[in-house]
Nanobody, 125 residues
């Protein structure tokens, strides 16, 4: 059974940085694209970023482009989300997810089948 465990969330001031990690167990991590999504209170879950199986392809939501960087270490079965220049509107629970269909995935939640429990990121003004 695939398990995804996020860590690294917390409280940070606007303009600050955080690095989220998502450790995977079970399955073949290196064969699958991995994504990050987030959900703010009262809002729908939204796509943040995705990285292909090898790390060679990445794609970001316009709202985070230029500020967030997704990366992965297949030797450690871990995907990361480096978040810089954080804004109050980045406040949300952040989830990592594994692609359902293999090495590439897009920005739709239905393309992902395994999800972590989420980690809270709060950005204060």
């Amino acid at each position: 059974q695939v398990q995804l465990v996020e860590s690294g969330g917390g409280l940070v001031q606007a303009g600050g940085s955080l690095r989220l990690s998502c450790a995977a167990s079970g399955g073949t991590f290196s064969s699958y694209a991995m994504g990050w999504f987030r959900q703010a209170p009262g809002k729908e879950r939204e796509f943040v970023a995705v990285i292909s199986w090898s790390g060679g392809n990445t794609y970001y939501a316009d709202s985070v482009k230029g500020r967030f960087t997704i990366s992965r270490d297949n030797a450690k079965n871990t995907v990361y989300l480096q978040m810089n220049s954080l804004k109050v509107e980045d406040t949300a629970v952040y989830y990592c997810a594994r692609a359902k269909y293999g090495g590439y995935a897009g920005d739709n939640a239905y393309e992902y089948d395994y999800w972590g429990q989420g980690t809270q990121v709060t950005v204060s003004s």
